[in-house]
């Protein structure tokens, strides 16, 4: 990860990410259920921030939940997000957002795999860039 975090004005963001990116990423929206680019992706690689480019996610941690997004049991590195309290919609959820940028990424839940982290990490294909294993 970057030893500096990413700092760009509004507008740079605005400028550099499509306006369904700029939606998710930095006003936390949500793309509709079985839309996304990654939802039924099976391709081996790494899940980078669509905002900055840091690993997030590998190939070997997604599984098909049925959730309508790609979901996760586990994080690359456990620095790589940061998980914070979110209260809106009239519920309780975490939110996770990229550590390096800020980003908006989905939520985590429970519910995931029992035989592994029990964790379902539920992010925006948006919010992510994949780069294929060579």
Same mark, same amino acid.
């Given at each position: 990860m970057?030893?500096v975090p990413v !700092?760009k004005t509004?507008?740079e963001?605005?400028?550099?990410?499509?306006?369904e990116q =700029?939606?998710?990423l930095? !006003?936390? #929206?949500?793309?509709?259920? $079985?839309?996304g680019? =990654?939802? *039924?992706?099976?391709e081996?690689g790494v899940? &980078?921030?669509? @905002?900055? #480019?840091?690993?997030l996610f /590998?190939?070997e941690n997604k =599984?098909?939940?049925?959730? #309508?997004w790609?979901? $996760?049991? *586990?994080? /690359?590195?456990?620095?790589r997000v940061i998980? &914070? !309290?979110? &209260?809106?919609? @009239?519920?309780l &959820?975490t939110e996770?957002?990229?550590?390096?940028c @800020?980003?908006h990424?989905?939520?985590l839940?429970? *519910? @995931?795999p029992r035989?592994?982290?029990g964790?379902? =990490?539920?992010?925006?294909s /948006? /919010?992510l860039d $994949?780069?294929?294993?060579e």
């Amino acid at each position: 990860m970057n030893n500096v975090p990413v !700092e760009k004005t509004d507008a740079e963001w605005k400028a550099e990410l499509t306006p369904e990116q =700029y939606r998710i990423l930095r !006003e936390a #929206g949500t793309e509709r259920p $079985f839309t996304g680019l =990654y939802t *039924d992706h099976d391709e081996s690689g790494v899940y &980078r921030c669509a @905002g900055c #480019g840091v690993e997030l996610f /590998a190939s070997e941690n997604k =599984y098909h939940s049925g959730c #309508g997004w790609p979901a $996760f049991d *586990d994080v /690359a590195k456990t620095d790589r997000v940061i998980r &914070r !309290e979110d &209260r809106s919609l @009239g519920m309780l &959820r975490t939110e996770v957002l990229c550590a390096n940028c @800020g980003g908006h990424l989905g939520h985590l839940f429970n *519910d @995931g795999p029992r035989e592994t982290t029990g964790m379902r =990490y539920c992010i925006n294909s /948006a /919010a992510l860039d $994949f780069q294929a294993k060579e």
